[in-house]
């Protein structure tokens, strides 16, 4: 079983940044993938980025691609990402996710296990 903790959404302006994390325990944290994703009111669950166990391979949507940044520590059992540039449209709830195996993915029904979200909301 593994338990994942999202922290340090909040409200800001376009064009702002915000690092977002991610705490798991559980599970021998650089054997999973890891990835983000996020829900917009109204709109469903959407793809922002994924990792590999080691961290060595990413991959992004293409809506983000170039302002948001994904990394691990995995000493530290944490997921972070980075997001700059921020856009209206990059509002919505957002949840980090763990398969439970390695491997890039970039499909929701892939990951075993998630966190409650946390809301970013950015203002024009």
């Known amino acids: 079983q593994v338990q994942l903790v999202e922290s340090g959404g909040g409200l800001l302006q376009a064009g702002g940044s915000l690092t977002l994390s991610c705490a798991a325990s559980?599970?021998?944290?650089?054997?999973?993938?890891m990835g983000w994703f996020r829900q917009a009111p109204g709109k469903e669950r959407e793809f922002v980025s994924t990792i590999t166990g080691s961290g060595a391979s990413t991959s992004y949507a293409a809506s983000v691609k170039g302002r948001f940044t994904t990394s691990r520590d995995n000493t530290k059992n944490t997921l972070l990402l980075r997001m700059n540039s921020l856009k209206p449209e990059d509002t919505a709830v957002y949840y980090c996710a763990a398969r439970a195996t390695d491997g890039l993915s970039w499909t929701a029904n892939e990951y075993d296990y998630w966190g409650q979200g946390t809301q970013v909301t950015v203002s024009s």
């Open positions: 559980g599970r021998t944290f650089s054997m999973s993938a």
